[in-house]
């Protein structure tokens, strides 16, 4: 039995048990999404979009759905979740194995007008309100993995925002995997509806945590072995008129794990959306991001980095559709390859006839750290409108030896200018995270990544925070 | 303090140092002059130890050590410093983090106890008032977008912040305007005379112009010809060759 055979035949055994099972739509919506699955089976490298990113694998390995995965004692995760609080103030959903489990979480009274509850949850409370848009703006037609996921999910989070709400607290959505006996998947469901007028910030934040993996002090991934598992995810935004969306992922997953993760964004007029990503666990990492701008003066701003090392692969899928007049998007993904590791970066822009006055920005810059790395990168710009302003770039470079000489110059060791070159090279990406903690916690997870990607002795790589309040904070 | 001998250099296989010597003591100013080309800015970054050139004979004796056997970080270490002729700009690391970070290696390299972040900061304020720079260019990326006057104080004041033995400054006077010139020229005299040092410090300064020489006055003036130091003298060297040039000075049909 191949992988495709196996999957239908899961899902053959389980759909009578996933949450909502009674509710027609969603059944209806599942029943087409393996459908779909059926028909394009998994992706081959005969694919343009998977031409650098071979699935097999992944196909290969005989992943059981997620409830039959061991939880640990939850006692011995409080203190480990504790560490991974980003914000005082955050409202904090905890995912074990992609279900949700309120008693880890912390979530405190939310405004008027804030829905705010686990996917499985919101399809006994509120399915009215998910059958208007579930599934509504993914792609289950091109993209296999998205048709498995709708048609596999089973938990995940579901957050709704009417007009005029106003909700400061950030929206933390920690997923945890944990050690298993067996290789397991699952398939996290995120549904966000932003009405009009809604300014929020949700974290999607994924790690592992075992007892030989997990790190106390540090919160990214490990060179040691980690579980085997695949998340497969996809996320859902539909954001209304000048609604305005921080959006944090921070893949923090072990070296054997797979993550397979799908981002929809449909803007409507002079909304915003801002993604933050930093890619840098996982031996297989794809990302793709498909927005489209449908509403004037929309504006979307793509922030990416990832940092990979040994046999790592990670690859960023972007598309975005400009279909309105006014809007404006732009992209700065930047990249960091040790190893032989391999980097696939494809931002695709499309400009419709009726998208006068679109202003699309694309940058996607890479530093190889060794000779057997690779990056695969390719913007591709689709314009069918007169009146616009695009840029496209990609580089691909190594550390600068004029500069390492100048650090080294005043005394700096080796391995010292290397990591802070390094440093140099994504900080500029870390100073637009507005959220000071926030900020703290990423530099905290990226400064970790990269003195393993450079071999320095993290001890004695000084944490760099922001100075441009004129603050000097050295750890 | 310094001792060059018969140093021979090149870059891509061009010979550019063909037997220099040179010998700085302790508590002396050394002026070095030559037309373009002549190698003064080669002597300051194979002394630093820059990767593009490689030394293919002759050695260098620094603090009775063998200078060349160091690497690039040993050498700012044990208390060597070029102000560069071209600092470099650095996106994304931050100058005072830099300088802190700097100043705490060699620290630690003498076996010292590092500085904390406030008594660091109270250190490189000082001095930031002592070159006349911006406090706020301790806030950008080292040197990124600095005028060509801030990169120039910028390096000198790392070298206050880092109190190196013996500085050489490579044309640190070009692209400074008067006023900055004589604070900078300020800064270099404390930075020799600092009663807080425990050895008095050597001082090279690579020049085209007597201006800087108005300011810091040298022991000796040096005029480096085609990889050799061709004539040495006293300040007066200097102001001849203000006069009329170099034509008068060097050998014979060499000019």
Not at chain 1, 267 to 286: E, K, P, V
Not at chain 1, 358 to 381: C, F, I
Not at chain 1, 421 to 436: A, D
Not at chain 1, 442 to 453: D, F, G, K, P, Y
Request: charged content about 15%.
């Amino acid at each position: 039995m191949n992988a495709r055979e196996r999957l239908l035949t899961d899902f053959a055994r389980s759909k009578a048990y996933f949450p909502g099972h009674l509710l027609p739509w969603l059944t209806s919506l599942r029943e087409s999404a393996i459908e779909n699955f059926a028909a394009q089976g998994f992706p081959s490298p005969n694919d343009e979009s998977w031409k650098y990113t071979n699935t097999k694998k992944l196909q290969q390995t005989e992943y059981c759905i997620a409830q039959q995965a061991v939880i640990p004692p939850i006692d011995s995760l409080a203190a480990q979740i504790k560490a991974q609080q980003l914000c005082p103030d955050e409202q904090r959903m905890v995912f074990i194995n992609g279900i949700y489990h309120p008693e880890l979480s912390s979530m405190s009274p939310l405004p008027k007008g804030i829905i705010l509850s686990s996917f499985a949850q919101a399809l006994q409370d509120h399915p009215k309100l998910m059958a208007s848009t579930l599934g509504k703006i993914v792609n289950h037609q091109a993209q296999p993995f998205s048709a498995l996921n709708s048609a596999f999910m089973s938990d995940g989070l579901f957050l709704w925002a009417a007009e005029n709400s106003q909700m400061a607290s950030p929206i933390h959505c920690l997923f945890i995997s944990t050690t298993s006996a067996k290789p397991v998947v699952f398939y996290p469901r995120l549904l966000i509806v932003l009405k009009n007028n809604t300014p929020l910030t949700l974290i999607e934040h994924y790690i592992d945590l075992s007892a030989t993996s997990f790190d106390p002090d540090m919160t990214a991934t490990k060179q040691t072995a980690g579980n085997h598992h695949l998340i497969n995810t996809v996320t859902e935004i539909h954001l209304g008129s000048e609604a305005h969306l921080d959006h944090y992922k921070l893949q923090q997953e072990s070296l054997n794990s797979r993550h397979i993760a799908a981002m929809y964004v449909q803007q409507h007029r002079a909304s915003q959306f801002t993604s933050h990503s930093y890619s840098l666990g996982a031996a297989l990492a794809r990302c793709d991001i498909q927005i489209q701008l449908t509403g004037s003066q929309a504006e979307c701003t793509l922030n990416g980095v990832y940092l990979v090392d040994g046999q790592q692969h990670v690859d960023y899928h972007t598309q975005i559709t400009h279909l309105a007049p006014d809007c404006s998007s732009q992209q700065l993904y930047k990249g960091v390859i040790q190893g032989h590791a391999r980097a696939v970066f494809n931002g695709k822009v499309i400009i419709h006839p009726e998208a006068q006055q679109s202003n699309a920005q694309q940058l996607n810059k890479n530093l190889l750290l060794s000779d057997s790395g690779e990056v695969d990168t390719k913007p591709e710009l689709q314009i069918y409108a007169d009146d616009v302003i695009c840029n496209h770039g990609a580089t691909v470079g190594q550390l600068d030896t004029q500069a390492l000489f100048y650090l080294q110059s005043r005394g700096v060791s080796q391995s010292d200018a290397q990591a802070w070159l390094v440093y140099g090279f994504v900080s500029e990406l870390l100073e637009r995270i507005n959220n000071p903690l926030l900020r703290k916690f990423i530099q905290l997870s990226v400064t970790a990544q990269l003195n393993r990607l450079v071999g320095n002795d993290a001890c004695d790589f000084p944490v760099l925070f922001p100075t441009q309040n004129g603050e000097l904070s050295c750890r | 303090m310094l001792n060059i001998n018969n140093l021979h250099a090149e870059i891509q296989g061009n010979t550019i140092l063909k037997g220099l010597n040179l010998s700085v003591k302790a508590g002396e100013v050394h002026a070095i002059m030559g037309p373009n080309g002549s190698g003064k800015s080669t002597l300051a970054n194979v002394l630093a130890g820059h990767p593009d050139y490689q030394v293919t004979a002759g050695e260098v004796i620094f603090q009775g050590a063998d200078l060349l056997g160091f690497s690039v970080a040993q050498r700012a270490c044990a208390g060597l410093f070029v102000a560069f002729q071209y600092p470099l700009e650095i996106p994304g690391v931050s100058n005072v983090q830099f300088l802190k970070l700097a100043l705490n290696s060699q620290r630690k390299y003498r076996q010292l106890s590092e500085l904390d972040a406030l008594d660091f900061l109270q250190l490189v304020k000082s001095k930031v008032q002592e070159v006349g720079m911006e406090e706020e260019l301790l806030y950008r990326s080292i040197n990124e977008g600095f005028s060509g006057g801030e990169k120039k104080r910028n390096e000198i004041l790392q070298m206050l912040v880092l109190e190196p033995q013996l500085a050489i400054l490579d044309e640190t006077d070009s692209g400074l305007d008067i006023d900055a010139l004589k604070l900078v020229a300020q800064g270099v005299n404390a930075f020799r005379c600092d009663p807080n040092a425990g050895q008095e410090r050597g001082l090279i300064l690579i020049t085209h112009y007597q201006r800087l020489l108005n300011f810091i006055n040298p022991d000796f003036v040096h005029i480096l010809f085609d990889g050799r130091i061709v004539k040495s003298g006293g300040p007066e060297l200097a102001l001849a060759l203000e006069k009329n040039g170099y034509a008068d000075l060097l050998p014979k049909g060499l000019s």
